[in-house]
Nanobody, 118 residues
Framework: QVQLEESGGGLVQAGGSLRLSCAASGRTSSTLAMGWFRQGPGKEREFVAA????????FYTDSVKGRFTISRDNAKNTVYLQMNSLKPEDTAVYYC???????????WGQGTQVTVSS
């Protein structure tokens, strides 16, 4: 079993930055494809970013391209989401996910709240 724990959420003004972290335990994250989803108030959960096990391939939803960067440190079993130029519409609960391949996620964290004020 794998446990994922997010941290780094908070309140930030529009234009600011946050870095989310996701620590994996129970299985080394290097064996998993990892990603981030989010769910804003009154919205459906949506894909944000993903990174393959090799770290050479990343994926982003169009609305965050050029602003968000996903990365991983396999030695620390941790995945990061660097979020820059934040907008109020980025306000959401952000969830860390993991699975054997990108797009097939079976492990979910509890989520961390990100609030961007205008």
């Amino acid at each position: 079993q794998v446990q994922l724990e997010e941290s780094g959420g908070g309140l930030v003004q529009a234009g600011g930055s946050l870095r989310l972290s996701c620590a994996a335990s129970g299985r080394t994250s290097s064996t998993l494809a990892m990603g981030w989803f989010r769910q804003g108030p009154g919205k459906e959960r949506e894909f944000v970013a993903a990174i393959a096990r090799s770290s050479e391939t990343t994926f982003y939803t169009d609305s965050v391209k050029g602003r968000f960067t996903i990365s991983r440190d396999n030695a620390k079993n941790t995945v990061y989401l660097q979020m820059n130029s934040l907008k109020p519409e980025d306000t959401a609960v952000y969830y860390c996910v993991g699975g054997l391949i990108v797009g097939k996620y079976v492990y979910w964290g509890q989520g961390t709240q990100v609030t961007v004020s205008s």
